[in-house]
């Protein structure tokens, strides 16, 4: 009857309410932008007040927002992350020990925004990877993200987050000015928040060779830092000792061409690249190699 369709309906409602904000902990890709020119005159779309933006704060991607442009606050509004870089998007560093910053989440990162703005490269609506692999996207305060961006060398980040209480992690707690929404009917930005999670625990990312150092290689294979391109006469072939044990290894030239190995032998791997023949020249640069879906950079 209408009841019990009613009830499955509430019971739905709510599972998909825990679900959405269920998200206490993982890896996120991280960029950075000025919170104070938000359209809501730093207010953001939770509708902090303005001394919010004085401490570090996060517009979250909206799926896990939970709440899509020009619909309000959602119901990540107010929370706190701690973050640990270990990385960017953008080039090969790999940080076991890189720098942490705690924010409080104070806007969306729409994928589609109200006036045209298109932030899918980042930030997606569904529960599905944006395009660098991740699901989960903070864009941070451009204010306080500087130790991220000496850290890794780039203004774009790869983070291991995890929730935290706000009181005593996040430097704007103990500012009252920081306390409830800017404007009196809508807007919701909490003091405090209850996370599911006893502390952070991170993972190590990195293979041996700490800061600095190369991802692990995805499929167990050849170590990145344990590889070493030679290039042969006019760099028609290349070989890469030490991969003899990887699923998959290719050279990339930086410029959209890319081979694969022919071959591989208890030495490691022998990759021939095109000779100068129809405008086609051969990887002549200091090549990218990828090891088993996981980027090196290999200097010959």
Not at 6 to 21: N, Q
Not at 182 to 202: I, L
Not at 230 to 241: A, M, P, R, T
Request: charged share 15%.
């Amino acid at each position: 009857g209408i009841k019990m369709r009613l009830i499955v309906l509430a019971v739905a409602f709510i599972s998909l309410l825990l679900a959405v904000e269920a998200m206490p902990n993982g890896v996120a890709t991280g960029t950075k932008y000025n919170a104070r020119g938000s359209y809501y005159s730093g207010a953001g779309a939770c509708g902090c007040r303005d001394a919010v933006p004085n401490y570090p704060t996060a517009a979250l991607s909206e799926n896990a927002f939970g709440q899509g442009p020009g619909k309000g606050h959602g119901p990540q509004c107010g929370k706190c992350y701690r973050l640990k870089v270990y990385g960017s998007p953008h080039n090969n560093v790999c940080l076991k020990d890189g720098p942490e910053l705690v924010v409080k989440v104070a806007d969306l990162c729409p994928e589609q925004g109200l006036y045209g703005d298109n932030n899918a490269e980042w930030c997606r609506r569904d529960w599905v990877n944006n395009n660098y692999g991740f699901q989960v996207h903070f864009d941070l305060d451009q204010a306080h993200t500087h130790a991220f961006e000496s850290a890794v060398g780039a203004g774009t980040f790869k983070v291991q987050y995890c929730e935290v209480p706000c009181s005593g992690n996040w430097p704007g707690a103990a500012d009252s000015s920081t306390i409830g929404q800017k404007f009196p009917t809508w807007g919701y930005c909490p003091a405090e928040n209850s996370p599911s999670t006893g502390g952070c625990t991170w993972t190590n990312l990195c293979g041996n060779g700490g800061n600095g150092g190369n991802p692990l290689p995805a499929g167990g294979g050849a170590s990145c830092s344990a590889a070493r391109a030679n290039s042969g006469s006019n760099q028609y072939w290349i070989g890469v000792e030490g991969v003899s044990n990887a699923a998959s290894v290719r050279i990339n030239c930086g410029d959209g061409r890319g081979w694969m190995a022919t071959s591989k032998s208890s030495w490691g791997a022998w990759i021939w690249t095109p000779q100068s023949v129809g405008g086609d020249t051969p990887c002549t640069r200091s090549p990218t190699l990828d090891i088993d879906g996981q980027q090196c950079v290999m200097n010959f």
